[in-house]
């Protein structure tokens, strides 16, 4: 690769600045043409260039076309770790610098009263299942009054049933005694006799009945009171459920006072002392700002919205450091962002760039000076980028692009040609009626 192809310069000129064009030189020019032409050597780069015109030769070339951009270095991952509970700070571990680990212990706050809150907490959790067992205590005993009760009821059933036989019993033999009695062959105080037991079971009868009655009573009352021991035994257990919730998110918030990290990587920034007071908020205080891995980084570039086009995902690029700026560093297109950045009316796409750290060099924030690869053409025709932008004037077909000859005559001739890659300074010619060497027009001179 040339030198000159990645220059932002102009053309290289071919020949000094000359006198304007006299119709005299220009016939010396063009019998000098003829006559090496007939010695058999000729050549359009050995001509002596008209007064008037600075020329450029037609060269092959290797030609690099890149895109220019400026970003910072970043780390591939950062991650910034700041606090969820309120406090004090206790105690920093690590500083700038320092290698940590996923799960080391980088911080702690004083966590004096989130520590009484969670005994308090465990406390309660203990009173909580104290009332459970209670409740189920209760419970039981109720189970037990209600298997009594129905066991009441069961023998008040057998009573019931005896008080009916006895009554029927004693009302059989009143009215044997009463048929035996009004044919006077007992007396009637045998009879009153009979009828007084008859009485008596039919009372007892009635009894029985009402025990039962109020069995039922306290059968219901004991079902009740099961009901409730159940319903007290449910609540205590949501009471235990309530209570050990509260001893989670005590014992949460008191774990939450040792601040761990949470990837293994570097600390690039500490921003907390012992005994600061961190106040937890929805925008919680950055604490400290962990670099997943510095061994690779990554270049954010913001690439105009004219060359964005060209930008594609594993495009080859090189950048360069203030801090070494003789050195280049390669790296290759990662990811191309679909958010335009807006300033002064000016459209920028972020490009980010991925790029091996092996050696640690590339630090956090620094600024990058980056080409990025968009093509390259290997020993190919090409002209200088002047000589598209030159016209001697008005031209007929200006969607064509057009470079410009010397004639024989030694007026400008033009030719049309294709274009392809393009740098700052040379453009490739992918067709046209040109050949290396020959001269094309770079720019007007003066007089002398």
Known sequence: MKPEDQSADGPVRAGPLRRPFSRRRGLKAALTVLALAAAGVASVASVEPPDGYILAPVERRTIVSAVDATGRVEPTLTV???????????????????????????????????????RQARADVAIAEVGVRNQAAAVDKAQADLLNARHMKAVLKGRLTSALADHDEAKSNYLRRKKLADRKTISQSELGAADATRRAAAGRVAAARAELLVQDARIAAAEAALRMAEAGLDNARAVVIQKQAALDQAEYDLARTVITAPIDGTVIAREVDPGQTVAASLESRRLFLIAADLRQ???????????????????????????????RFSGRVAKILKAPAILHNVVTFPVVLASANTNLVLLPGMTAHTRIIVGEAEAVLSVPNAALRFSPGPVADAAT????????????????????????????????????????????????
Do not use: C, K
């Open 401 to 448: 692009p057009t470079v410009w000859l010397v004639d024989e005559r030694g007026d400008p001739s033009p030719v049309h040609i294709v274009p392809g890659l393009t740098n700052y300074s040379v453009t490739e010619v992918v067709s046209g009626p040109l050949s290396e060497g020959q001269q094309v027009i770079t720019g007007a001179g003066t007089a002398r």
């Open 297 to 327: 980084m990554e270049i954010h570039v913001f690439v105009d919205e004219a060359d964005i086009g060209r930008i594609a995902v594993g495009q080859p690029a090189t950048f360069t450091v203030d801090a070494h700026p003789a050195r």
């Open 80 to 118: 910034e770790i700041g606090s969820q509970m309120s406090g004090q700070v206790a105690e920093v571990l690590v500083d700038v610098n320092h290698a940590v680990t996923r799960g080391q212990v980088i911080a702690v706050l004083d966590d004096t009263s989130l520590d009484a809150r969670a």
